[in-house]
């Protein structure tokens, strides 16, 4: 495609440079009164113009298509970097680049991919038609001369060092006036990014807003991120202005300023007047390829700034390992393969924000069978070790030894739905099994859901359709699809009774008996101590010298 491009850029400058010649032939005909000469050059003229006409029409094209395969690579490429596992959730740690990361992935990558083939093709385009006609404007510049004393003389490239001269000099004003635009249109693009954040929140949270009456409030956190998207667009506006002043008069002095320069060799008789035209065009296409820059500094201000986004997102993706929480977060997890088949959490201490959290004994194995029930005080950090052993949480220390990860699964308190049909929700991440429908329909009955049978291929967004007692009824129903050799469960029956989260776990050991169990749960799930083999506890220690303190304080 590239190479096609180039091709027709090719003969498009070879075209330009024959529409030139053709220019003084023309004039030359005018100025002489040759009819028929006149009439030749004319249908000369129309051949010319079809053949760049086309090579016009097939660029447009190359064009639109260059931009898309950029686009497909670019964002296929910043898509393989997000959704490597955790990384998506590690970018929340990443400051400002991990905020609304949306943005730089769709808004960003479109504008950077459009900027770049735009640019590139121009600047490519600029430089052949300068490499076409600067030896052409050199040669003309021979016909202007300048009479000194009686004596004619003329400058070697007279033209050319005129028309690199004038380029210079409006290619530097452009861009020290110009410049400041970068800034501008990345915190365009930031804000931008907050105000459609803003609205999809209150779209999602539509509800909870209602219930409020918090209408009012919300309308004034949005009012209040419109006006920093519009206090940037009035700087914008204002440097663009401040540009146009640059960039126009830079363009309407174009229109006579090779006339002024080439009028002693015209008036001196040294050059025809179609002579002049060829000189003046000739100069035009060496100006239009130098001036490239002033034309498109707001538009590579534009450029450079979705450039930036998109690499700080993409060198943060690649760096995530990086990220942390908190300063006090230095020491990673050690997260290993356990050849033996069980979960073994070795001395493991998860970093919080203000403290540790840990297990109260040093070593916690969970094998084939085991059903081991984890406590803790609220906010003791039960979730965040959760997480750790999830492999989302990598500050801490210690070590983590688990089995096949394939063997495991994780029931957060909120199961995440993802759109589709309620049995691709139920087999996510897999794909819904051939005739499996039957199998998942009694699923549903033994998790509670038999309303939802009738609605296994429907097409929806089940994380509005369903309460969250239906949701977590639905995570059970994927452990039962699934059947993981691992379960790990963090509070994932909260919004049930305790009646209910009995039965639904002992309906999961029924059907699997071999299933390793580890509940993060509540106070009175140790009320059956039936339904679980052993149990532990979450300690929280505070850093700060209140260490044993705190420890001996959730001891007792």
Not at 466 to 478: D, T
Request: aromatic share 8%; net charge neutral; with cysteine.
């Amino acid at each position: 495609m590239i190479a096609g491009m180039f091709a027709a850029i090719v003969a498009n400058a070879m075209g330009q440079v024959r529409l030139n010649r053709w220019q003084g032939d023309f004039y030359d005909a005018l100025e002489g009164r040759a009819l028929a000469e006149f009439l030749h050059q004319a249908w000369v003229f129309l051949v010319i113009v079809a053949v760049l006409l086309t090579l016009v029409v097939v660029q447009t094209w190359l064009t639109e298509m260059l931009k898309l395969r950029l686009r497909e690579w670019l964002t296929a490429d910043l898509l393989d970097r997000w959704l490597v596992p955790s990384r998506a959730y590690l970018l929340r740690f990443a400051g400002e680049v991990g905020v609304n990361p949306d943005q730089r992935l769709h808004e960003d990558a479109r504008k950077m991919t459009e900027l770049t083939a735009h640019l590139g093709i121009g600047l490519l385009q600029s430089g052949l038609l300068l490499a076409s006609f600067i030896g052409v404007l050199w040669t003309l510049s021979a016909g202007v001369k300048f009479e000194l004393g009686g004596t004619q003389f003329a400058i070697p490239g007279y033209m050319v060092w005129c028309a690199l001269a004038y380029s210079l000099a409006g290619s530097l004003l452009a861009w020290r006036v110009g410049r400041p635009l970068v800034g501008i249109n990345a915190r365009l693009y930031a804000s931008e990014a907050e105000l459609r954040f803003g609205m999809v929140r209150v779209s999602e949270a539509a509800e909870g807003i209602a219930l409020y009456r918090g209408e009012a409030d919300e309308r004034a956190q949005l009012g209040r991120r419109l006006r920093d998207v519009i206090d940037v667009m009035i700087n914008r506006a204002w440097g663009l202005a401040q540009l146009t002043w640059i960039t126009s008069g830079y363009g309407w002095l174009a229109l006579v300023f090779p006339v002024l320069v080439a009028a002693p060799g015209y008036f001196s008789g040294a050059i025809s007047f179609g002579g002049l035209m060829m000189v003046v065009g000739a100069f035009f296409q060496v100006n239009q390829s130098l001036r490239w820059f002033v034309d498109n500094v707001s538009t590579i201000a534009d450029w450079r700034a979705t450039l930036i986004r998109v690499s700080a997102l993409r060198d943060t993706l690649e760096n995530t390992d990086t990220l942390r929480p908190s300063p006090d977060a230095t020491s990673r997890i050690r997260m290993v393969s356990n050849p033996e088949p069980s979960l073994d959490l070795i001395d493991l201490s998860v970093s919080l924000s203000d403290g540790l959290a840990r297990f109260d004994r040093a070593e916690v194995v969970l094998r084939k069978g085991d059903r081991l029930l984890v406590l803790g005080a609220p906010e003791v950090g039960k979730s965040t070790v959760y997480r750790a052993i999830a492999g989302l949480w990598p500050w801490g220390d210690g070590e983590i030894r688990y089995p096949e990860p394939e063997e495991m699964l994780f029931l957060p308190n909120k199961p995440y739905l993802p759109p589709g049909t309620l049995e691709e929700t139920v087999a996510y991440p897999l794909e819904p099994k051939p005739g499996e429908a039957q199998a998942v329909a009694s699923v549903l009955d033994a998790v509670g859901l038999t309303h939802l049978k009738s609605r296994l291929g429907q097409e929806a967004r089940w994380d509005r359709e369903l309460n969250l007692s239906e949701q977590q009824r639905l995570g059970f129903a994927r452990a039962l699809v699934r059947k993981p050799g691992w379960l790990l469960m963090d509070d994932a029956a909260s919004a049930l009774g305790h009646a209910a989260r009995t039965a639904l776990i002992r309906r999961l050991l029924y059907a699997q008996p071999d299933l390793a169990l580890m509940v993060f749960g509540r106070e009175d799930d140790a009320a059956d101590p039936a339904l679980f083999t052993d149990q532990c506890r979450i300690l929280r220690s505070v850093r700060a010298g209140a260490e044993t303190g705190a420890q001996t304080g959730v001891r007792r």
